[in-house]
């Protein structure tokens, strides 16, 4: 059964911290995306990667940055929390360009 | 930039048919569509890679016009496992394994 895990499903970090969002797949997929949802505009594109240690920027990239060290972890890292990041966070991978597997998903809370 | 779904919310009763509709500005290599359950990750429902060609399963079902840029989900005789918020997510000739999501039609099947 495929699987793609988030590191929490819940976190409150406050304005200015550095946070660290965590997915991990066991399907041994190339590509990885992180997504953020907000009321009405669906699901937009962060930042994904295709491969260890190469990303590219999404639609919404600023503020965040990535980190992809091993095949199946794809970090997803606030430098500087701000409220306006409060939001749910999407993590999916795939192989090739078939469908995407999404994790449960972190709703982050900046105060 | 973002396709568009429409419409953006509809309400039906258990049996009735859907039809919800997706349109991007730009020339498309494949439309992905996803179901949305509250308060969970969303499901792939089916890829649309050529125009015209139609996919699907059960009582759900999609078509692609490539001229129009265009893709449609057909749900027929609709159950209440239905509800949910539908997704259409478009992949750009130019675009390898990058999807842009529309914001989404939110379909509510009552008894």
């Known amino acids: 059964d495929v699987k793609v895990t988030q590191s929490s499903r819940y976190l409150v970090k406050r304005t200015g911290e550095k946070v660290f969002l965590e997915c991990v797949q066991d399907m041994d997929h190339e590509n990885m995306f992180w997504y953020r949802q907000d009321p009405g505009l669906g699901l937009r594109l962060i930042y994904f990667s295709y491969d260890v240690k190469m990303k590219e920027k999404g639609d919404i990239p600023e503020g965040y940055s990535v980190s992809r060290e091993k095949k199946e972890r794809f970090s997803l890292i606030l430098e500087s929390a701000s409220t306006n990041q409060t939001s749910m966070y999407l993590c999916?991978?795939?192989?090739?360009?078939?469908?995407?597997?999404f994790g449960p998903g972190t709703r982050l809370t900046v105060t | 930039q973002q396709p568009v779904q429409s419409p953006q919310a509809v309400i039906l009763r258990e049996g009735e048919d859907a039809v919800i509709n997706c349109s991007s500005s730009k020339a498309l290599y494949s439309v992905h569509w996803y179901r949305q359950k509250h308060g969970e990750a969303p499901v792939f429902l089916m890829i649309l890679l050529k125009g015209g060609e139609q996919k699907g399963h059960e009582k759900i079902s999609a078509s692609f016009n490539e001229k129009k840029q265009q893709s449609s989900l057909y749900l027929t005789a609709s159950q209440l496992s239905y509800s949910g918020t539908y997704f259409c997510?478009?992949?750009?000739?130019?675009?390898?394994?990058?999807?842009?999501f529309g914001s989404g039609t939110r379909l509510l099947v009552r008894p």
């Open positions: 999916a991978s795939t192989t090739g360009r078939s469908e995407q597997y």
């Open positions: 997510g478009t992949e750009g000739l130019d675009s390898s394994y990058k999807l842009i």
